[in-house]
């Protein structure tokens, strides 16, 4: 049992960590400078120093989400989830459709707090079925990636 612990706390720690390190990416990209940088915490998040265009804040908000799912895409695309633990495998995979799942419904039942679906909305202005839509048709790639790329069975001996 604390094996499990420890690994769901592991891959946990490491998809948020991939998560916050794409809005420093996207930072980086547009200019800024990181002001704080937290991970552990209720409310992990990237601040920086300058401010930024809407256009800016919108590619900031979006990129934790687009960068794990980036990563996630090469993970089941280069076959490197044959490479690791069934439970490993299931974590991260969960962690992505989770990111997708927070997009949806902060998209349709805005008001929920402070997060990066609500701040690219409003940022972005674009239409919230417009993000559930590509949230689905993100959600049904990687899912058809996931089933296509399964790992292969042991060979009876």
């Not at 490491?14 to 915490?41: D, M, N, P, R, Y």
């Amino acid at each position: 049992m604390l094996r499990l612990t420890l690994h769901v706390f592991a891959a946990g720690i490491l998809c948020l960590f991939v998560h916050e390190c794409g809005h420093i990416l996207a930072g980086w990209l547009t200019g800024g400078t990181i002001k704080q940088f937290v991970v552990f915490s209720l409310r992990p998040h990237v601040q920086f120093l300058e401010q930024c265009t809407a256009a800016q804040y919108a590619f900031r908000a979006a990129a934790g989400s687009g960068l794990l799912w980036l990563l996630y895409f090469c993970f089941l695309l280069l076959r490197l989830r044959q490479r690791v633990s069934y439970l490993t495998s299931s974590l991260i995979t969960c962690f992505a459709f989770v990111e997708l799942l927070g997009w949806v419904l902060s998209a349709l039942f805005p008001g929920a707090g402070d997060n990066d679906a609500e701040a690219f909305l409003a940022a972005s202005g674009i239409s919230p079925y417009l993000v559930v839509t590509i949230c689905l048709l993100i959600a049904c790639a990687g899912a058809v990636s996931f089933r296509a790329n399964r790992p292969s069975a042991p060979v009876p001996a």
